[in-house]
């Protein structure tokens, strides 16, 4: 498989993102959403009442490993960039990460859960369902809280005999899935190229699940706001980070046949996070690899979504109480029933 590096037709791409998002040249500009705002993100829980994303097809979540046909997928990577706004792909820039835009399928518009923080974010991620389904309702690393309610894909992932991988830079996503559900985990509280320094090693002994977590980004936004110069340093950082990985994985002959999704847990906005503004609930969702089709995916994505692809695509069992689903357009297969507030 050929290796990812920034050409012509991904400069061209950053002029289109710019222009999608409506950026103004300063990184203080005011954040526009590069699609029309979900209902979820407009409507006050109280008074929102679900309605359905247009579908291509109205079949529900396969429940059998064998009721869909499956894409060409033998493991599956996911990579969070913690505090990514969309905006700042291109503001950055981000070359590796829009050469996978590129070849890949993608949106600049795709939500997380209220409350837009790291650690509900992430579990909503990993696990398929709502802060209320989950029950993380704290940010802080706080082991007396025990661990999040419910089956992550992680557990998934064991029991069907994969081995799984996590490596994050904050310690409090170790509470998201038990313990019991990684064969390696790792906190590396350094750079995010440290951590993929790190977490290559464990990657190339072979892995059927991974999770990496980069923090910096999330870091330098609370230290000097988002969008601003040194929080979009420390984003190119975490794009030259994938860059390593990919390299990396690509000569220990795993490239080919790895599902890589690349997401966030929240924006942000001034030097904060945490409300139902678009800046902080809206998120990138990129997919790449065997199976894709390169497209802009123009249907609602929610965060809860990455377990439910990442179940799919591995053929895993998947659990009745799930409210998120497979992104299975990325595959060129038809949408699947996505009600819309996934979680009010």
């Known amino acids: 498989m050929r290796k990812v590096f920034p050409t012509i037709s991904s400069i061209l791409l950053a002029g289109l993102?710019?222009?999608?998002?409506?950026?103004?040249?300063?990184?203080?500009?005011?954040?526009?959403?590069p699609?029309?705002?979900?209902?979820?993100?407009?409507?006050?829980?109280?008074?929102a009442s679900p309605t359905l994303t247009p579908l291509a097809s109205e079949s529900p979540i396969p429940s059998s490993p064998t009721s869909t046909p499956r894409p060409p997928v033998e493991r599956v990577l996911i990579i969070s960039i913690d505090g990514l706004r969309p905006d700042a792909i291109a503001l950055a820039p981000m070359p590796t990460l829009m050469a996978l835009m590129q070849s890949g399928a993608y949106s600049l518009?795709?939500?997380?859960?209220?409350?837009?923080?790291?650690?509900?974010?992430?579990?909503?991620?990993?696990?398929?369902?709502?802060?209320?389904?989950?029950?993380?309702?704290?940010?802080?690393?706080?082991?007396f809280m025990g661990y999040a309610r419910g089956e992550s894909v992680f557990t998934?992932?064991?029991?069907?005999?994969l081995r799984t991988v996590m490596v994050v830079g904050k310690k409090k996503l170790s509470q998201v899935t038990l313990p019991e559900t990684l064969d390696d985990y790792q906190f590396v509280n350094d750079r995010d190229t440290?951590?993929?320094?790190?977490?290559?090693?464990?990657?190339?002994?072979g892995f059927g699940l991974a999770f990496l977590h980069f923090a910096t980004t999330d870091d330098m936004?609370?230290?000097?706001?988002?969008?601003?110069?040194?929080?979009?340093?420390?984003?190119r950082r975490a794009d030259e980070?994938?860059?390593?990985?990919?390299?990396?994985?690509?000569?220990?002959?795993?490239?080919?046949?790895?599902?890589?999704?690349?997401s966030a847990d929240h924006g942000g906005h001034d030097q904060t996070h945490g409300s139902r503004l678009p800046e902080d609930m809206t998120i990138p969702w990129i997919a790449n690899g065997p199976g894709i089709i390169p497209q802009t995916l123009t249907l609602a994505i929610n965060t809860t979504d990455t377990a439910a692809?990442?179940?799919?695509?591995?053929?895993?069992?998947?659990?009745?109480?799930?409210?998120?689903?497979?992104?299975?357009?990325a595959f060129g297969e038809p949408a699947t029933l996505r009600p819309e507030p996934r979680c009010p």
């Open 241 to 262: 980070a994938i860059g390593s990985l990919l390299t990396a994985l690509e000569e220990a002959s795993l490239r080919s046949g790895t599902l890589l999704i690349v």
């Open 35 to 47: 699609l029309p705002t979900l209902a979820h993100t407009a409507t006050p829980a109280a008074t």
């Open 156 to 161: 998934l992932a064991k029991q069907a005999g």
């Open 221 to 235: 936004g609370h230290n000097y706001g988002w969008l601003s110069s040194q929080q979009l340093s420390v984003v």
């Open 194 to 205: 440290v951590l993929v320094g790190q977490a290559i090693p464990l990657l190339k002994k």
């Open 109 to 143: 518009s795709a939500q997380t859960n209220f409350p837009s923080v790291t650690l509900p974010s992430h579990a909503s991620m990993l696990l398929g369902v709502c802060p209320a389904q989950h029950g993380v309702d704290w940010n802080d690393y706080l082991p």
């Open 309 to 329: 692809t990442v179940a799919w695509a591995l053929g895993l069992r998947v659990p009745p109480g799930w409210v998120g689903r497979p992104i299975t357009e």
């Open 17 to 33: 993102l710019l222009a999608a998002c409506r950026l103004a040249p300063a990184p203080a500009a005011t954040f526009t959403p």
